[in-house]
């Protein structure tokens, strides 16, 4: 069964703060979305009000047209991975799976021990004994394991090692492929993540900037390398990201599309145009907006 879940004028008001202003979105199964914004923009409340531990202050948050709110169906297809504190748990990695496959009826327990054993995780130790990065690798695991329709990940990553984030990375692509879902990463980790996304949420101060397939939106701006000086002379006027020079090499990220009086310079110094990153364009958006 395909899902589409619709978030209408979404707003989340905690006493004084309105963390959540008018937000709306769409999201459809076999899509996965990269949510960014800066620390404390709104994330973990828009992901809070679709794992239903919290009630919009006003607006609608629907899948495939109910209301989601208390609606139990509903919250047993939505799975919310998040750090969590284990200090206190002496059960076994191996009786959290067991767990979980007895109140998920989706989990999959053979899968949940190959990724486990991808992860290297001790499953006959206790949880409040792994280190860091293996319990965020449980928790990892059991949310790709529950293969529920829709799978939240929100800063899942918390202490796993570089080719610990690696073996999920790739786990969450290969099973996205064999078992289609809305997976949401909420993440931090911009440049290194931009790659797994299909579309791009970006909250700036409880708006939703920006939803947009990758591509698209990394088509709002562009590189130029090459000589320093000719790159120099190129960007001058034009509203530059960053900037990077190694010896007489220069490259600048510029924001828009090039000027139609620049592309002859560009074709004739033989300058090399490439794609803006994610993580620059984020930079460059959210601190605008401060500005404003
Ligand atoms: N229970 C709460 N009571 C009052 N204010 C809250 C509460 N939870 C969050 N906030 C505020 O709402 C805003 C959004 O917080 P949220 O946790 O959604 O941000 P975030 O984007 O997930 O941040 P981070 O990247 O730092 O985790 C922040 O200003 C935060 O201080």
Same mark, same amino acid.
């Given at each position: 069964?395909?899902?589409?879940?619709?978030?209408?004028?979404?707003?989340?008001?905690?006493?004084?703060?309105?963390?959540?202003?008018?937000?709306?979105?769409?999201?459809?199964?076999? +899509? *996965?979305?990269?949510? *960014?914004? !800066?620390?404390?923009?709104? +994330?973990?409340?828009?992901?809070?009000?679709?794992?239903?531990?919290?009630?919009?202050? =006003?607006?609608?948050? +629907?899948?495939?047209?109910?209301?989601?709110?208390?609606?139990?169906?509903?919250?047993?297809?939505?799975?919310?991975?998040?750090?969590?504190?284990?200090?206190?748990?002496?059960?076994?990695?191996?009786?959290?799976?067991?767990?979980?496959?007895?109140?998920?009826?989706?989990?999959?327990?053979?899968?949940?021990?190959? &990724?486990?054993?991808?992860?290297?995780?001790?499953?006959?130790?206790? @949880?409040?004994?792994?280190?860091?990065?293996?319990? =965020?690798?449980?928790?990892?695991?059991?949310?790709?394991?529950?293969?529920?329709?829709?799978? #939240?990940?929100?800063?899942?990553?918390?202490?796993?090692?570089?080719?610990?984030?690696? @073996?999920?990375?790739?786990?969450?692509?290969?099973?996205?492929?064999?078992?289609? !879902?809305? *997976?949401?990463? =909420?993440?931090?980790? @911009?440049?290194?993540?931009?790659?797994?996304?299909?579309?791009?949420?970006?909250?700036?101060?409880?708006?939703?900037?920006?939803?947009?397939? *990758?591509?698209?939106?990394?088509?709002?701006?562009?590189? @130029?390398?090459?000589?320093?000086?000719?790159?120099?002379?190129?960007?001058?006027?034009?509203?530059?990201?960053?900037?990077?020079?190694?010896?007489?090499?220069?490259?600048?990220?510029?924001?828009?599309?090039?000027?139609?009086?620049?592309?002859?310079?560009?074709?004739?110094?033989?300058?090399?145009?490439?794609? &803006?990153?994610?993580?620059?364009?984020? #930079?460059?958006?959210?601190?605008?907006?401060?500005?404003?």
């Amino acid at each position: 069964m395909s899902i589409k879940v619709e978030g209408h004028h979404l707003t989340v008001q905690f006493k004084e703060h309105e963390a959540l202003t008018n937000v709306s979105f769409t999201l459809e199964s076999g +899509k *996965i979305y990269g949510l *960014i914004g !800066r620390n404390g923009a709104g +994330k973990t409340s828009l992901l809070s009000l679709l794992a239903s531990y919290r009630k919009p202050s =006003s607006g609608t948050l +629907k899948i495939n047209g109910e209301d989601i709110f208390e609606n139990e169906k509903w919250m047993a297809e939505v799975t919310f991975v998040h750090q969590t504190n284990y200090k206190d748990e002496y059960d076994t990695a191996e009786a959290y799976l067991k767990l979980a496959e007895r109140y998920r009826p989706s989990f999959d327990r053979k899968y949940a021990e190959e &990724v486990a054993a991808l992860f290297k995780l001790p499953l006959n130790q206790p @949880v409040r004994k792994l280190s860091t990065g293996m319990q =965020s690798a449980l928790n990892a695991t059991i949310g790709l394991a529950t293969r529920s329709k829709v799978t #939240i990940f929100d800063e899942a990553y918390q202490g796993m090692d570089a080719p610990t984030r690696e @073996v999920f990375y790739k786990e969450i692509l290969e099973d996205q492929a064999r078992f289609p !879902r809305v *997976i949401i990463l =909420s993440t931090h980790l @911009v440049s290194e993540m931009e790659y797994l996304f299909d579309e791009v949420l970006m909250i700036h101060k409880g708006k939703l900037m920006i939803q947009e397939p *990758i591509d698209t939106l990394l088509q709002k701006g562009f590189s @130029v390398t090459g000589d320093a000086e000719q790159v120099e002379q190129f960007a001058e006027g034009l509203e530059t990201l960053s900037e990077q020079r190694l010896g007489g090499t220069k490259s600048v990220m510029v924001y828009g599309a090039i000027p139609e009086d620049k592309i002859d310079f560009v074709r004739q110094s033989g300058l090399e145009v490439g794609n &803006v990153t994610l993580h620059d364009l984020f #930079i460059q958006l959210t601190n605008e907006k401060e500005e404003n």
